[in-house]
């Protein structure tokens, strides 16, 4: 069973603010998913990483796929309001039939203003 | 909007009682997904489709669920006899053929009375 282990579990930080959200496992999965999800609502995707050293940025927010695939940061900096809501990422094995995802149990991030 | 839908939104059933969860992918998109999140729990494989096939349900319960993706139509998820331990919410994602990066529905709040 492939195992996705998020830290922290929940975050409280003041507007302006950097923090670092990370995904971890034991086993190597082909792509690396990054979602954020409101309450009552369904995870936005917000970046596919595929390749191991990867990085990629979108606007204040920074993700790397670690070199071995078997770890994913997200960095976000100078946090908003905005930001807060729960991230999670999921990750597609290698092993697994199809292109079923397997995901983290989240980080809920709060940003005070 | 060309998003993932779902509907309904919000299901109420009774025990022992039927319930049909619907999931139009978006435009393009031929392979559908079922996750489930159980309160407090992150999101959980179900099952995997094709047009008219299913690909994995290993994550399907092996009593009372079944999936379809029909050729024509949305990709029904059905739960027969529900019971209090089926109360989740229910989300469906699609992704196009080649690139596994899925999209997900608004999702279908059960709750079994």
């Known amino acids: 069973t492939q195992l996705l282990e998020q830290s922290p579990q929940f975050l409280s930080i003041q507007e302006g603010e950097n923090l670092t959200v990370y995904c ?7 792509s690396l998913q990054w979602y954020r999800q409101e309450p009552g609502e369904g995870p936005v995707l917000l970046v596919t990483v595929v390749t191991g050293g990867e ?6 927010l920074t993700f790397q ?4 695939r078997k770890d994913s940061s997200l960095h976000i900096t100078a946090a908003q309001p905005g930001d807060t809501g ?6 597609e094995g290698l092993e697994t039939s199809g292109s079923r995802l397997t995901f ?8 005070n203003p | 909007n ?3 839908m779902q509907n309904p939104r919000h299901l109420v059933r009774r025990r022992g009682q039927e319930a049909r969860l619907r999931c139009s992918p978006m435009k393009g998109h031929s392979h559908v997904y079922w996750y489930r999140q159980l309160p407090e729990e992150g999101l959980k494989f179900m099952v995997y489709l094709q047009k008219e096939n299913i690909i994995d349900e290993s994550g399907m319960p092996k009593e009372r669920f079944s999936a379809e993706f029909p050729k024509e139509g949305p990709s029904i998820l059905r739960i027969q006899q529900v019971v209090r331990g089926d109360s989740a919410a229910y989300f469906c994602a699609s ?3 080649v690139i596994n990066e899925q999209f997900f529905g608004p999702g279908t709040r059960l709750t079994v009375l």
């Open chain 2, 2 to 4: 060309a998003g993932v």
């Open chain 1, 24 to 30: 971890n496992s034991s086993s190597v999965f082909s």
């Open chain 1, 104 to 111: 983290g149990e989240g980080t809920q991030l709060t940003v």
């Open chain 1, 55 to 60: 990085v990629k940025k979108l606007k204040r």
């Open chain 2, 95 to 97: 992704s196009p053929p």
């Open chain 1, 86 to 91: 729960l991230y999670l990422c999921a990750g």
């Open chain 1, 65 to 68: 796929f670690g070199d071995a």
